[in-house]
């Protein structure tokens, strides 16, 4: 799975994924890798995993988990800034292989949606005093 710390970011701001990576069974996993390229519209800061190292080349990331027991699981936290300076989503997504064949291709990849506003639009946000003072 793939979750973000945020829905809502702006230019400027940090974005912190979370992924977790879980062997559903029922052999071992080995090998086991996850990549994740950032989008164009964030920036690398760091990355950390419960199980594993995570490198980074540019906003290519890479978290060599090893072997992963039926029911293990590992842990995978990066930050990014947000780089991109239009209105739009940001759309991100992880996945794993292993040295086995998997069962189930389906759970191997996340995507995270994330909407980037504009400055002046989250400043009218902020200054909105009730929700009925919010057009869009």
């Known amino acids: 799975t793939k979750a973000d710390d945020r829905d809502v970011v702006i230019t400027g701001g940090s974005l912190t994924y979370t992924i977790v990576v879980t062997n559903d ?9 996850v990549t994740d390229t950032l989008p164009d ?3 690398f800061v760091s990355g950390s995993s419960t199980v594993g190292n995570v490198t980074n080349n540019g906003n290519d990331i890479s978290v060599d988990v090893g072997t992963l027991d039926p029911g293990a699981s590992a842990t995978i936290t990066l930050d990014t800034t947000v780089v991109g300076t239009g209105i739009g989503v940001i759309t991100n997504t992880a996945s794993v292989t292993a040295a086995e064949p998997d069962p189930d291709q389906d759970n191997n990849s996340s995507t995270e949606l994330t909407d980037l506003v504009s400055v002046r639009l989250s400043k009218r946000l902020l200054l909105a005093s009730t929700p009925d003072d919010l057009l869009i």
């Open 25 to 33: 069974g029922p052999s071992t996993a080995t090998s086991v890798i």
């Open 41 to 43: 519209d964030l920036q």
